[in-house]
């Protein structure tokens, strides 16, 4: 089970692959993992999380979140959007111009992908880019 946290969509009743049951020891091997309540693919999921994993009503709550950086432990980050966050070598900070050898980048539709030096700086910036929204998984990265 991966350290990030076992409440992941690999064990999330709400991944197709599940059949609706939490923590299905028999999941259906074939399925790609795909969130039925959002209709998202959701590949890497035994590290990727949300609210609903805990709640058993079909109507998503807040974001989806990747794992982000390790960081003096495991941290979870909103995907922003339907774009996940992913993981980089070098690169140079949107948010503090700062160069960096490992950190996290998020494609761009149009233009070059916009890179961070860390969980925190992504998160700033995703604060700004969702006014309204709240990322309260990520409550720890904002504290430290
Ligand atoms: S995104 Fe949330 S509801 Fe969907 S499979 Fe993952 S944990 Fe479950
Ligand atoms: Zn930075």
């Excluded at 941290?75 to 339907?82: E, F, K, L, N």
């Excluded at 992504?122 to 006014?131: G, I």
Aim: with cysteine; proline share 12%.
């Amino acid at each position: 089970m991966p350290n990030g946290g076992p409440d992941n969509c690999g064990t999330c009743g709400f991944n197709r692959r599940n059949l609706g049951i939490w923590r299905n020891p028999l999941p259906a091997e074939g399925q790609p993992p795909f969130c039925e309540i959002r209709g998202v693919f959701v590949i890497a999921d035994h590290w990727t999380y949300c609210q609903k994993w805990h709640t058993p009503s079909r109507e998503p709550v807040g974001p989806l979140y990747a794992s982000g950086i390790y960081d003096a432990g495991y941290h979870r980050i909103p995907w922003h959007g339907s774009v996940e966050p992913e993981e980089i070598g070098p690169g140079n900070c949107a948010e503090c111009h700062r160069p960096f050898a490992d950190g996290l980048q998020i494609p761009m539709v149009e233009g070059a992908p916009l890179q961070f030096c860390s969980n925190l700086h992504y998160l700033e910036w995703w604060k700004r880019e969702h006014p309204g929204e709240s990322a309260p998984m990520s409550a720890g990265i904002l504290a430290s």
